[in-house]
């Protein structure tokens, strides 16, 4: 694809399920970010990527959240526990080596009831 | 006190108007960036500068490093522009954002 994307675009959840999310980055790309946005607010870090190492999860709030990029590619954001306060939009970017411009996916929208 | 500042946070204009979104930031940087999001929440990247001016069409991004401090100028204003403009910089590896100003832009 042209650009970034994930999936899905809205999730909503009981609280203490679990949720994954995915983001697939503009391929070829070896830096990824995760970010989560909530309302009236601007994007806050999570973590990034480097190929398939984390080189920086200092944003994950608590141990209640987990991202994990195996082969370099796609990544997938795992929440558990869910609570009320994990409702947000959830944001991936990705950058050809990580120092460049980010291209941000459309986001996916999680509400946790 | 957040790390990224912007002013003002809502701005509404005439079609037409010159419109400044100002910048600033408390932290050492690499690089800052200028974000528009729109309803949906969509987010393109306008630019990335580390000095001085870029110019993209009717926007203009620029930057005092010693002040940190950027500003973006959008001249000839248009409906179309209507969207939140956020400021993010380059802290080590991670964008550090502002919570970006809420732009309406009427006929």
């Known amino acids: 694809g042209a650009g970034v994307s994930q999936t899905p675009s809205n999730k909503v959840t009981e609280k203490g399920k679990y949720v994954e999310l995915r983001c697939d980055p503009i391929s070829g790309h070896t830096a990824l970010y995760w970010y989560r946005q909530s309302l009236g607010q601007g994007p806050e870090f999570l973590i990034y990527?480097?190929?398939?190492?984390?080189?920086?999860d200092s944003g994950l709030p608590n141990d209640r959240f987990f991202a994990v990029r195996p082969e370099g590619s796609v990544s997938t954001l795992k929440i558990q526990r869910t609570e009320r306060g994990d409702s947000a939009v959830y944001l991936c970017a990705s950058s050809s080596t990580g120092l460049g411009t980010q291209y941000f996916g459309p986001g996916t929208r999680l509400l946790v009831l | 006190k957040n790390e990224v500042e912007q002013s003002p946070q809502n701005l509404t204009a005439q079609e037409g108007e010159f419109i400044t979104i100002n910048c600033s930031y408390s932290v050492g940087i690499s690089a800052l960036h200028w974000l528009q999001q729109h309803p949906g929440g969509g987010i393109v990247s306008l630019f990335m500068l580390s000095s001085g001016k870029k110019k993209h069409g009717r926007l203009i991004a620029t930057i005092n490093i010693q002040e940190k401090h950027s500003s973006l100028h959008i001249t000839a204003s248009h409906p179309r522009d209507s969207a939140v403009y956020i400021c993010?910089?380059?802290?080590?590896?991670?964008?550090?954002f502002g919570t970006g100003t809420r732009l309406q832009v009427f006929p």
């Open positions: 993010a910089v380059d802290n080590t590896d991670k964008l550090i």
């Open positions: 990527f480097q190929g398939t190492g984390a080189a920086d």
